[in-house]
């Protein structure tokens, strides 16, 4: 993973955290052939998720935005058993050369770790 453009650091001081979490993954494709190399990523990834214990949960396409500034292509929630088993998945040599892909087809990315609220913590009169 190219480590100049994402915070590792905050990441890795919180390995001994076992829980799993979910990764919010916002993504702006390059004009040309942004989308198509990015499918190519998550077809050739795709092994290499699953063999960490990860999953895909959730993958759309922005539309009307109600509210903010930034606009996006995609968006995809990931969930990781472990940050360990992510760290795992990034440190993996054929992950790395996938990934190649991931960052040629993005003009932009934003992906942020987190972590679940049990509802009744948030809303009152939720179960």
Do not use: C
């Not at 198509?36 to 960490?52: F, P």
């Not at 968006?75 to 992510?86: D, G, N, T, W």
């Amino acid at each position: 993973m190219d480590i100049s453009v994402v915070n590792m650091e905050e990441f890795t001081r919180n390995l001994d955290n076992e829980s799993p979490f979910v990764m919010l993954n916002l993504l702006k494709f390059k004009t040309d052939d942004g989308f198509d190399r990015y499918k190519r990523y998550l077809a050739n990834a795709s092994g290499i998720v699953s063999d960490v214990g990860a999953r895909v949960i959730y993958m759309g396409k922005p539309n009307e935005m109600l509210q903010g500034q930034e606009t996006w292509d995609f968006i995809m929630l990931v969930e990781y058993p472990s940050r360990k088993a992510f760290m795992e998945m990034i440190n993996n040599h054929a992950y790395q050369e996938i990934h190649k892909d991931r960052i040629s087809s993005t003009e932009r990315a934003v992906l942020y770790v987190t972590e679940p609220l049990p509802s009744k913590t948030v809303v009152k009169g939720s179960k």
